[in-house]
């Protein structure tokens, strides 16, 4: 079994469409949670932070539920360039641990 | 940009090769961790180089090999290449080993043939 495991995709929707990412990370020793965003052959990029209490930037929403060891992010009002793959990460240590990505395109 | 630079960007081996990469990690930054990144998978841990000593290793051979320099520079080496090592190797600075957050480079493709 995967340390961090997402549904790989692809999600497609069109502009203005609200889309959900899940996540199910295995250790419950994991320390910290993150979504990261990696643009076709570029590096991985740090979107936003995840906490129990659930946090927010923007259009973007992450949940953490400790004790379904479960992570979400939503995505509201999509835009063309939010078209990406999107890594839910824990973290172990110094160690951060990658799920495989989630791709989503976002269509005219 | 995160300021963390990476070189070669690419490079094309052979089985059986040798393999240096090379890492600048972001100012005032002292731990680096390595990333090998195969086509349609996330990032798995290699190891990480808190001044200049090894502070964890996933699950990789003895044949990945590191260094970090007293400027927390880091080298990865990789001996006796194989074809599965064909992946996009990334290093990530942080300001501490304790620091939750990591600043990608943009990362090495390494083909190997």
């Known amino acids: 079994r995967k340390e961090v495991e997402q549904d790989p995709g692809p999600f497609n929707v069109p502009e203005g469409a609200t889309v959900a990412f899940n996540c199910t990370y295995s250790n419950s020793a994991s320390q910290s949670f993150f979504w990261y965003r990696q643009d076709c052959r570029k590096e991985p990029k740090l979107l936003m932070s995840?906490?129990?209490s659930g946090n927010e930037d923007g259009r973007f929403t992450a949940q953490l539920n400790r004790a379904s060891q479960y992570i979400s992010l939503l995505i509201r009002d999509s835009k063309l360039s939010d078209s990406a793959t999107y890594l839910c990460?824990?973290?172990?240590?110094?160690?951060?641990?990658f799920g495989q990505g989630t791709e989503l395109s976002v269509k005219p | 940009e995160t300021g963390v630079t990476q070189s070669p960007t690419h490079l094309i081996k052979t089985r059986g090769q040798q393999v240096t990469l090379r890492c600048s990690s972001q100012s005032g930054h002292n731990t680096v961790s390595w990333y090998q990144q195969a086509l349609g998978q996330g990032p798995q841990f290699i190891f990480q180089?808190?001044?200049?000593?090894?502070?964890g290793r996933g699950n990789f051979p003895p044949r990945f090999s590191g260094l970090q320099f007293p400027n927390y520079s880091s080298e990865l080496n990789v001996n006796a290449l194989e074809l599965d090592d064909s992946a996009l190797y990334l290093c990530a600075s942080s300001r501490d080993r304790g620091y939750n957050e990591q600043f990608f480079g943009p990362g090495t493709r390494l083909t190997v043939l």
């Open positions: 990460v824990v973290k172990q240590g110094g160690k951060l641990i």
């Open positions: 995840v906490y129990s």
């Open positions: 180089y808190y001044r200049e000593e090894e502070n």
